[in-house]
């Protein structure tokens, strides 16, 4: 049985951004980018419906980027 991780929406927030030039954010891209290259497919990812509506606010490349996730 495969642990339930709840996501959230800065996670898709920073594996679909463009790279950071401040040094904090860009380890905050790279943390959850590793992530979700390695660890994904261990969990069943779980997301709340006010998570998907805020995803899909903002520029609408960067919101359907974020919702496809």
Known sequence: MKYRVYIETSMVSYL??????????AAHQQISL???E???HD???V???L????????N???????VSQ
């Open 34 to 36: 590793d992530w979700w």
């Open 16 to 25: 679909t951004a463009r790279p950071s030039r401040d040094v904090v954010a």
């Open 51 to 58: 998570t998907v509506n805020e995803a899909r606010l903002g």
């Open 60 to 66: 609408p490349e960067s919101a359907a980027r974020r």
């Open 38 to 40: 390695r660890r994904r």
């Open 47 to 49: 997301a709340s419906l």
């Open 43 to 45: 969990f069943d990812l």
